[in-house]
């Protein structure tokens, strides 16, 4: 053996194996370190951020590239507070494909030197706010562009808000404002909420922003005095215009008035398919004798995604109680296999235990075929408290969630408060 390996070194033959070596491993490091790293038509690591075009308009938003080095990165959007992960992000030819599964849609984009031109798809829809076009650039850059000029004014507070466009329908804004002009709050409708928005204050304008999936919103407005503004609603699908004033005691109309049953009513009679098919009503062994609270709610709507995000992980901690939570699903469309591919996301994301029946296509008809006993639906979502007996007791309309703070925290006291002296009935 000493021979042999004796005779390769001085014939040269061992030499010239191991120049061979070093030249393959020399060759291969540029192989290694282009595996170990994302092509130059792939996503980067780190933050990002867009600008949607619509209405004339630029709608920023923000998102954060994680594990782009693997076989489907994670994007996740970011608006003050609030994450929203988008996962199964894949390549196809030359665009990256990052699926919005809570709400039908996907963004789709070339990537090029760390840029991004691409478009939000609603799938479901075929109008033309269903394709709207963003860019999006590398780099931990401000929501809205710091143009050095310092805030004069304050939106700090609560606002009543007032749209003229809709028979000056009240709305409420709550904001929060930091020394530095940056900007965040949301704003309270009737039936629900604008989430979480994120801006800045600079002069005597101010801006704010959102997106979470869904649809993105712009809002820039003027103040005339402290405690006065006047404002822009911007979305793909249009403009509106509405007014604020400074008021601490702004509230909404009683939400336990807007939907009531109709008279010689008392209890829920519908019988309706789960995503299993089988039809379940609230004369099921599982509802008899406990109080029951009824969700009318869309996969498509974020408000209702908020008081899904509460009610699953309250039923887990409460079902042993003597109470059940029911579902009652209004989709995008009347077909049962749409509907359960999409609620089946929501269960999923939200860990889900409760059963979520199909009420049908979103709209008049089929909720006032599916619920005959309520005199209108004007909100998604609609919370409906019924008790041991099976007695509607009380219906609230819309949801205040997470970003509206206060109102959230006096939402969820309430409605522990309800069920409490519900469950206490004999």
């Known amino acids: ?39 130059a038509n792939h996503l980067t690591d780190g933050l990002w951020r867009g600008v949607f075009n619509a209405q004339d308009a630029e709608i920023p938003f923000l998102f954060e590239v994680k594990g782009a080095d693997t076989e489907h990165p994670l994007v996740t959007l970011m608006n003050g507070e609030e994450r929203v992960d988008l996962a199964d992000v894949t390549y196809r030819n030359d665009s990256v494909i990052i699926p919005i599964k809570a709400y ?25 706010d269903g394709r709207v076009p963003f860019t999006a650039q590398k780099g931990s850059a401000p929501r809205f562009p710091d143009h050095g000029e310092k805030a004069t004014v304050s939106l700090d507070g609560r606002w009543e808000i007032t749209v003229p466009e809709r028979n000056s329908t009240k709305q409420v804004g709550v904001f929060v404002q930091k020394a530095n002009g940056y900007l965040s709050g949301s704003i309270l409708t009737p039936t629900g909420d604008y989430r979480y928005l994120e801006g800045i204050v600079q002069g005597n ?6 997106f979470g ?3 993105p919103y712009l809002i820039r407005g003027q103040f005339a005095d402290a405690d006065k503004f006047t404002a822009e609603f911007i979305t793909p699908g249009g403009r509106s215009s509405f007014e604020g004033v400074r008021n601490p005691d702004a509230s ?14 008392t209890s829920l009679g519908f019988r309706l398919p789960g995503l299993d098919g089988k039809e379940v009503s609230l004369t099921d062994p599982k509802y008899q004798g406990k109080v029951v609270i009824v969700s ?17 992980p309250w039923y887990k901690a409460n079902r042993t109680r003597g109470v059940e939570i029911v579902g009652l699903a209004f989709e995008r469309k009347d077909d049962i296999g749409y509907a359960r591919r999409q609620l089946s996301v929501l269960m999923e994301q939200h860990d889900v235990t409760y059963d979520i029946l199909f009420a049908g296509k979103v709209g008049d008809e089929a909720a006032a075929k599916a619920l005959p006993e309520l005199t209108k639906v004007v909100s998604y979502p609609t919370t409906i408290f019924i008790d041991r007996k099976g007695q509607v007791r009380k219906i609230h309309t819309g949801f205040n969630g997470p970003a509206t703070g206060k109102f959230y925290e006096e939402f969820k006291t309430e409605f522990n408060r309800t069920v409490d002296e519900l469950i206490a009935e004999k």
């Open 104 to 128: 039908d849609a996907l963004m789709e984009a070339k990537v090029e030197s760390e840029q991004m031109n691409g478009r939000l798809v609603k799938l479901y829809s075929n109008r033309p």
């Open 252 to 265: 909404l109309p009683d939400a336990y008035t807007m939907t009531t049953l109709k008279p010689g009513y």
């Open 205 to 210: 304008h101010f801006y704010l922003s959102t």
């Open 296 to 312: 009318l709610l869309g996969s498509w709507c974020p408000n209702c995604l908020d008081e899904t995000a509460f009610l699953a």
């Open 1 to 39: 053996m000493v021979h042999s390996v004796a005779f390769l070194f001085e014939s040269g033959i061992f030499v010239r194996n191991i120049f061979v070596m070093k030249s393959l491993f020399i060759w291969m490091i540029p192989v290694v370190l282009s595996a170990c790293s994302p092509p």
């Open 213 to 215: 999936g869904m649809t």
